[in-house]
């Protein structure tokens, strides 16, 4: 079965880190766009992070650049999201996902607007408390 798992979310005070990971099982993250998404209480899901397939590139949203990094293990199938000096506008749950993408489309910073990703992971609860 193809999934994938995020873990690693919690409560931590403002000014804190956090590690998310996300772990894919039956298939392998090569090949495709990965990413972390985000949906804050009454608010739309947001894109994060995420690395385009084609050019290999971490793209991030605004509010989140400088603080967090994408990052990800092929040979682990994992997907991990490093968050430092996190503050409450960060609250959210957060889902990684992946997609193969159409083949002939570059997405690059794109890739933060997908919405209708094939693979979501369970979404995982961040909680920063100021």
């Known amino acids: ?3 994938l798992q995020a873990s690693g979310g919690g409560l931590v005070q403002a000014g804190g880190s956090l590690t998310l990971s996300c772990a894919a099982s039956g298939f392998t ?3 495709y ?12 899901r947001e894109g ?3 690395i385009d397939n084609k050019d290999h590139n971490d793209y991030y949203a605004d509010s ?6 994408i990052s990800s293990d092929n040979t682990k199938k994992m997907l991990y999201l490093q968050m430092k000096d996190l ?3 960060d609250t959210a749950v957060y889902y990684c996902a992946a997609d193969q993408g159409n083949p002939y489309v570059w997405y690059g910073s ?3 607007l997908m919405r209708s990703l ?3 992971g369970q979404g995982t609860p961040v909680t920063i408390s100021s």
């Open 1 to 3: 079965e193809v999934q």
């Open 29 to 31: 993250l090569d090949g």
């Open 33 to 44: 766009i990965v990413g972390w998404f985000r949906q804050a209480p009454g608010k739309e």
């Open 48 to 50: 994060v992070s995420c």
């Open 64 to 69: 989140v650049k400088g603080r967090f990094t």
């Open 87 to 89: 503050k409450p506008e």
């Open 110 to 112: 794109h890739c933060l």
């Open 118 to 120: 094939e693979i979501w």
